[in-house]
């Protein structure tokens, strides 16, 4: 079984396990190939199997970088990589050697996911102090420090769970597509809602931001990433730069370390 070393250069598939997707990068030492797939814990390793070569239409990955924030995936993950590669993968952990240093009450606790993004964030913009923004199931705030320390940051329900919440929690309402109204004051219900949950996340969202930079000796540099990214960021002028594929970026960083 091929085992390769961090410094190769070789084609990379770099799984990143969310609650909600699983987003999957093939990385061709130039641009990354990218799918998402809904997280199913019940799926096999052969089922996976499948999928990958399915998805990478006859390339092959000759290393595999793993994070993942749903345990019972990621002994499936390893299994698929070796039954079907021949790879065995680097699964991350807050033990995996980093380029930052983890300085929080409870490190193995941290999503792994919150870490990778920092790594990306740390190589690809050279800023300090930084914070990254991911919106996903949950929305988490993290903050790397001017010594490249990892401080802590805030997590609250991501935009679409909040949705999801709001419509089974009241009958008489229903879900509704998340774009931005044409006005704060919406004239029907679906408006109504829009402008609340949009414009409602945008005002958390830059309050989080304004009390964590209030916190920070400098003004630090602030990346968005995640799947609602789009919709969000470009309203809030705290925010320097949107980077959808940060994660995986932070896993290839992770592996070639």
């Given at each position: 079984?091929?085992?390769?070393h961090?410094?190769?250069?070789?084609p990379?598939?770099?799984?990143?396990?969310?609650?909600?997707?699983?987003?999957?990068?093939?990385w061709?030492?130039?641009?990354w190939?990218?799918w998402?797939?809904?997280?199913?814990?019940?799926?096999?390793?052969?089922?996976?199997?499948?999928?990958?070569?399915?998805?990478?239409?006859?390339?092959?990955?000759?290393?595999?970088?793993?994070?993942?924030?749903?345990?019972?995936?990621?002994?499936?993950?390893?299994m698929?990589?070796?039954?079907?590669?021949?790879?065995?993968?680097?699964?991350?952990?807050?033990?995996?050697?980093?380029?930052?240093?983890?300085?929080?009450?409870?490190?193995?606790?941290?999503?792994?996911?919150?870490?990778i993004?920092?790594?990306?964030?740390?190589?690809q913009?050279?800023?300090?102090?930084?914070?990254?923004?991911?919106?996903?199931t949950?929305?988490?705030?993290?903050?790397?420090?001017?010594?490249?320390?990892?401080?802590?940051?805030?997590?609250?329900?991501?935009?679409?769970?909040?949705?999801?919440?709001?419509?089974?929690?009241?009958?008489?309402?229903?879900?509704?597509?998340?774009v931005?109204?044409?006005q704060?004051?919406?004239?029907?219900?679906?408006?109504a809602?829009?402008?609340?949950?949009?414009?409602?996340?945008?005002?958390?969202?830059?309050?989080?931001?304004?009390?964590?930079?209030?916190?920070?000796?400098?003004?630090?540099?602030?990346?968005?990433?995640?799947?609602?990214?789009?919709?969000?960021?470009?309203?809030?002028?705290?925010?320097?730069?949107t980077?959808?594929?940060?994660?995986?970026?932070?896993?290839?960083?992770?592996?070639?370390?």
């Amino acid at each position: 079984m091929a085992i390769c070393h961090r410094d190769c250069r070789m084609p990379l598939l770099a799984i990143d396990v969310g609650n909600t997707q699983l987003h999957i990068g093939y990385w061709d030492a130039e641009q990354w190939a990218t799918w998402r797939v809904h997280t199913e814990p019940a799926r096999t390793a052969d089922e996976y199997g499948v999928l990958f070569q399915h998805w990478l239409a006859g390339r092959t990955p000759q290393q595999i970088v793993i994070g993942s924030v749903v345990p019972r995936i990621t002994e499936t993950l390893r299994m698929s990589s070796q039954l079907y590669f021949d790879v065995e993968p680097l699964v991350v952990t807050s033990q995996t050697p980093m380029p930052i240093t983890i300085d929080v009450d409870a490190p193995d606790k941290v999503g792994i996911d919150r870490l990778i993004n920092l790594v990306g964030a740390h190589h690809q913009y050279q800023q300090r102090p930084l914070v990254v923004v991911d919106f996903g199931t949950a929305t988490t705030f993290d903050v790397l420090s001017v010594n490249h320390v990892f401080i802590g940051g805030a997590i609250t329900a991501g935009l679409k769970t909040t949705v999801e919440a709001l419509a089974g929690g009241a009958a008489n309402l229903f879900n509704i597509d998340l774009v931005v109204p044409p006005q704060p004051i919406g004239r029907n219900t679906t408006h109504a809602l829009q402008s609340g949950l949009v414009w409602g996340y945008v005002g958390l969202v830059e309050g989080l931001l304004t009390r964590i930079t209030q916190e920070l000796e400098e003004m630090p540099y602030i990346v968005a990433t995640g799947g609602l990214a789009p919709l969000v960021a470009g309203h809030i002028p705290l925010i320097g730069s949107t980077a959808p594929l940060l994660t995986l970026d932070g896993l290839r960083y992770l592996q070639l370390a």
